[in-house]
């Protein structure tokens, strides 16, 4: 059977002319999850902004396709209409906009991408309907749906207003970029839960994570490391356990020139110390 398909092929990113990604590989399958681990600073984000399209993360290389079709070219509605979509590590907040209108209208535009601005949106009563049964689904008030998105949410707040975004869209594939960060462990289960219903078997997912307890119900068929902006080694659900344990020791150990690399990504302007000078 023909599965969607996400392919990133060497890919290199700079922000200010400063290089970040320097040639990353990955092949991503819908049905298939991911975790994306490496130490702060490593490109994770970059990653996933890049694939958004972000104005900032400018591609001087390589190459992302959905089925065979250049994401580069398109612009960042457009990934998100092609069916990609991302949960930012720090999303923004849009005052005056209600998450309800917000939804409404992503979720047009993503389930009608030839609509033309203006034009009709999915119809209020249908549009209601739907989005109380997935937020009484993920246990949300359905007053959180007459607030502005993100504004003045707390950290647990703006997370699950994300996996509610996720719910809506029905990506066919999806970047979580750190959806645990901010968490209380009863949320994070919650949350971990909520992805797997949303997103089993029928999306890939890409999981940003530090810990591994958003993992607990989205267990990794691959499990990535990053280090100073490339794909160090992949693995499966027993590497993202061995890092969450062990930390990144042994990665650092064994990959010195990116390890070198990612250092100096972190402390651009001090003059730079080697390992050995810093222990
Ligand atoms: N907009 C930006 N402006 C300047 N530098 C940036 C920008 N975005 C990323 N960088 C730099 O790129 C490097 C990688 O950052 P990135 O946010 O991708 O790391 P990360 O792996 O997501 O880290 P963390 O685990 O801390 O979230 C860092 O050195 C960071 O300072
Ligand atoms: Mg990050």
Redesign the pocket.
Known sequence: MATDLLTITDLHVS??DKP?LRGVNLRMQRGETHALM?P???????LGLALMGHP?YVVTQGAIELNGVDLLAMEADARARAGIFMAF?RPVAIPGVKMADFLRHATTNVRFPDRKEGEQLIPMKDFRKELRAKMDHLRMDVEFARRYVNDGFSGGEMKRAEILQMAMLQPKFAILD?TDSGLDADAVRLASESIAEIGRNNMGLLIIT?HDKLLEHNPPDFTHV?LGGRIVETGGVELAAELYSQGYDRIRRTYPEAEAENRA??DHDEPQLSAVERE
């Open positions: 922000v200010d970040i490496g702060n600073g490593s490109g994770k984000s970059t900032k590590q750190e530090h990053m990504m972190l």
